[in-house]
């Protein structure tokens, strides 16, 4: 089988065996979102075809690729969801020869009534340890936060503070001392605090701009205190103190989103690597392949 998670941004693809060990690995930039209408099998021939020509003929995906402007659009199952109802609205799609399908994202609504929506979080979900935990945050361009109730998908809301952080940096007054990598961890927990400081975030992002000024914050360290202050501002509304939360993803960044629920007060655990992986694993094992 081929396992591919098909992101926004990127595409990771999986060779795994009829015993579920991965054979062979490879990724690329190819995201659902820079493919054109009707040119979605030409990119996987692309990206795997010389798989497909040695002999695998099943295709599983997740992520943007089931979206409205993706391969085919996967309709959305609504929460709270367990595992056997986002096996159940698995969709199939032409894909010549080969027998290609796509997992469903989920949909649900806020606490105030305000729709949600993810693609591919759900597969990691299903591949994780968070039937464990109640509270697990999926952190990301849009960071997911997801409650729990055993092994169900009850509810979920989505941040955009990854989306923010690179608008920040690309289009605002802070664009000239915010280009280096966040790679200071001290200058990240300088951010985190002033996140718990009173002041809405605005105000808070213009310090950015005046410590550089007046020497009070590195240039090298103001990507990393940029972090850290949208974070931990996020953070904040998620109100965590006294909580215990996993979190899944890529584990440069779940390492700072940890420090950030340490300031907050929670606990917090990390999924290993491969989580999507796992989750289409399962989806497969379930199917009626």
Not at 78 to 84: F, N
Not at 229 to 245: D, N, R, S, T, Y
Not at 253 to 276: F, I, K, N, S
Request: hydrophobic share 40%; glycine share 12%; proline share 3%.
């Amino acid at each position: 089988m081929i396992a591919i998670n098909w992101g926004t941004s990127n595409f990771r693809a999986y060779k795994v065996d009829a015993a579920g060990n991965v054979e062979a690995a490879r990724s690329s930039v190819r995201g659902a979102v820079s493919i054109q209408p009707g040119k979605f099998l030409e990119t996987l021939l692309t990206e795997v075809g010389d798989w497909i020509g040695a002999g695998e003929s099943r295709v599983l995906m997740c992520g943007m690729v089931g979206a409205r402007n993706g391969w085919k659009e996967a309709p959305y199952v609504s929460v709270p969801a367990k595992r056997e109802q986002i096996v159940g609205a698995v969709i199939r799609v032409d894909a010549g020869g080969l027998d290609a399908r796509i997992v469903p994202g989920l949909k649900g609504v806020d606490a105030n009534g305000i729709p949600e929506v993810m693609r591919g979080e759900e597969t990691e979900l299903l591949g994780s340890e968070c039937a464990q935990a109640t509270h697990v945050c999926l952190p990301g361009t849009h960071t997911k936060w997801v409650r729990m109730e055993g092994a169900t998908i009850s509810s979920f809301s989505t941040s955009m503070t990854g989306d923010l952080y690179k608008a920040i940096r690309e289009s605002t007054i802070l664009r000239a001392s915010t280009q280096n990598e966040p790679t200071d961890m001290d200058g990240f927990a300088a951010g985190v605090a002033r996140s718990q400081q009173e002041g809405e975030l605005a105000h808070h992002l213009f310090g950015v701009r005046t410590l550089v000024l007046t020497g009070g914050l590195k240039e090298d360290s103001a990507s990393s205190y940029l972090s850290g202050l949208l974070i931990g501002h996020e953070v904040k509304g998620m109100a965590v103190e006294g909580k215990q939360v996993h979190l899944i993803g890529d584990s440069t960044l779940c390492a700072w989103y940890r420090e950030a629920l340490h300031a907050y007060g929670a606990q917090a655990t990390v999924e290993p690597e491969g989580a999507a992986l796992r989750g289409l694993l399962l989806v497969a094992e379930a199917l009626a392949w």
